[in-house]
């Protein structure tokens, strides 16, 4: 869950470039896949963020836990883990923060190895996983994290208790530089329905449909979608940039020579909120109103006025593999609850920004998302998708 605030000087690391000259994954020889229903819909309608049902070693309590594509890794208070203080010790075992740029919360504690299993809906075992977890020993709001990523001092312990699951790719620039592919509980899976994966048996990745999630990807779920290939994270090896994209807003007003203005962009498709985030040029034109932030209810921020047109096109306006348009205020299932727009040049002494969107998860209502950890590439295909029990 993210609102990424990316500055220019990071611009070498986010997905702005041109798109790699485009190619198509192969599946031949994955067989390995394995569906996990989501514990609270059925079939999801993505207002709600999606769960998953787990369970950590030592521990026979079952969770249902927000899948946040917005981020990375589990976060669990450190009192919930068996053996927490012994876990500390353990070979690989860090210190470590999760950062959630939305609400501006910082969760402090240590990354320790952990084997965790995924659920069905009715509770049964469908996969292993081997990851490390964040215990979270310190929690609470750090404004300043975003200017100068240091921990805010005098932390309380978690007041009540964090349980987190972050399954995205390519967030460590915005201040998650720890969301790395090691701590992702769906591409690290020992077991898949009680048996050993096998080395080359699975490509490691996912798509989401409306009831679940399908890890494992093989050519026959892969087959219909539309593929764009990710630029490799160069300081995170194994680990792919977002996608790139364009944005245009109110195309009858943003024009130049060639016609309506699709700006360049990072793209997040974002499960862990239902409000869109938008950064564009100031050049850029539109209207805007006040309203209630569904991150801090008490706080007021402007969002896009209503008849405002939005179209979001990846990862280019020339051959896009997804085109996620609405007009604010419209009710089309695809709309955000909100769409909150600022500027890629705020005010000093803040530091110039890269375009980005983060869609939030309505994007969901209309396609099947795709990602391929092993190869690098994003998939796009229109729901419904079940995957899950029907």
């Not at 990851?131 to 309380?156: A, M």
């Not at 280019?316 to 604010?328: M, R």
Request: hydrophobic fraction near 35%; proline fraction near 10%; glycine fraction near 8%.
């Amino acid at each position: 869950m993210t609102t990424r605030t990316v500055t220019v000087a990071a611009l070498s690391l986010a997905a702005v470039a041109p798109t790699l000259a485009q190619s198509l994954p192969s599946y031949d020889g994955a067989s390995v896949t394995q569906c996990i229903p989501f514990a609270n819909f059925q079939p999801v309608s993505f207002t709600e963020a999606p769960q998953l049902n787990f369970s950590i070693a030592g521990d026979s309590t079952i969770h249902s836990v927000t899948m946040d594509t917005g981020s990375v890794g589990i976060a669990i208070s450190a009192a919930n883990i068996p053996n927490y203080d012994q876990l500390k010790t353990a070979a690989g075992a860090t210190a470590g923060t999760q950062f959630l740029s939305s609400s501006k919360v910082l969760w402090v504690g240590t990354w320790v190895p952990m084997t965790v299993t995924l659920y069905d809906r009715n509770k049964q075992p469908v996969a292993t996983s081997d990851v490390f977890v964040l215990g979270v020993e310190q929690s609470g709001r750090c404004d300043t994290y975003q200017t100068d990523q240091q921990i805010c001092p005098n932390l309380p312990a978690p007041q009540k208790p964090v349980l987190y699951m972050g399954v995205g790719f390519g967030q460590e620039a915005d201040f998650q530089p720890q969301g790395t592919p090691d701590k992702n509980v769906l591409l690290n899976l020992r077991s898949v329905n009680g048996q050993p994966v096998a080395p080359g048996t699975l490509n490691k990745g996912y798509i989401i449909g409306r009831q679940g999630i399908q890890v494992g990807l093989t050519a026959a779920n892969t087959a219909g979608f539309r593929f764009a290939k990710l630029q490799p994270y160069q300081q995170y090896p194994g680990d792919w940039m977002m996608p790139s994209g364009c944005i245009t807003v109110n195309p009858d007003q943003n024009r130049n020579a060639n016609g309506p203005i699709c700006t360049p962009a990072n793209i997040l498709v974002d499960t862990g909120i239902p409000q869109s985030y938008m950064t564009v040029p100031p050049t850029i034109q539109f209207n805007k109103v006040a309203q209630a932030d569904l991150s801090e209810p008490t706080k007021t921020v402007n969002v896009l006025a209503p008849q405002t047109s939005v179209a979001v096109q990846i990862p280019d306006a020339v051959n896009p593999i997804a085109t996620d348009a609405f007009i604010v205020g419209s009710g089309v299932p695809n709309e955000p609850a909100q769409v909150i727009p600022s500027s890629t040049q705020p005010p000093p002494p803040a530091a110039p920004k890269a375009p980005f969107i983060n869609t939030g998860r309505h994007f969901l209502r209309q396609y099947q998302f795709l990602y391929d950890a092993s190869q690098g590439y994003v998939g796009m295909k229109e729901q419904p998708n079940p995957c899950g029990e029907q």
